[in-house]
């Protein structure tokens, strides 16, 4: 399997951008019945996730992004989306995306496939 997120970049604070993450791979059955998740590092900070789609198409979202970053999937399910709002430098780090067969987790370490990440940089 592979994951290829695109779209990352640099944007001042309150701007906008919009992730991609392009899944392929997967023969036991299509990508709408995993989860698909969006996690970011900072430097020197753990990795935290940042929103999760499951297959019934259910999000969740930190206190830190809720209300700012949304998650969605297209029809097939091959492609995920976070849609990032209201940015500040504070959400400056690598974004990567991720996926599990089943239901949806919090830590990093449930999650077997990971793309290559990309960058987001905010600026004050």
């Known amino acids: 399997e592979r994951l290829v997120e695109s779209g990352g970049g640099s944007v001042q604070t309150g701007g906008s951008l919009r992730l991609s993450c392009a899944a392929s791979g997967y023969t036991y059955s299509s990508y709408s019945s995993k989860c698909m998740a969006w996690f970011r590092q900072a430097p020197g900070e753990e990795r935290e996730r940042v929103a999760h789609i499951d297959k019934n198409r259910s999000t969740m979202y930190p206190d830190s992004v809720k209300g700012r970053f949304a998650i969605s999937r297209d029809s097939a399910g091959n492609t995920a989306y976070l849609q990032m709002s209201s940015l500040n430098p504070e959400d400056t780090a690598v974004y990567y995306c991720?996926?599990?067969?089943?239901?949806?987790?919090?830590?990093?370490?449930?999650?077997?496939?990971w793309g290559q990440g990309t960058q987001v940089t905010v600026s004050s």
């Open positions: 991720a996926t599990r067969a089943g239901a949806c987790y919090l830590a990093a370490d449930w999650y077997n496939i």
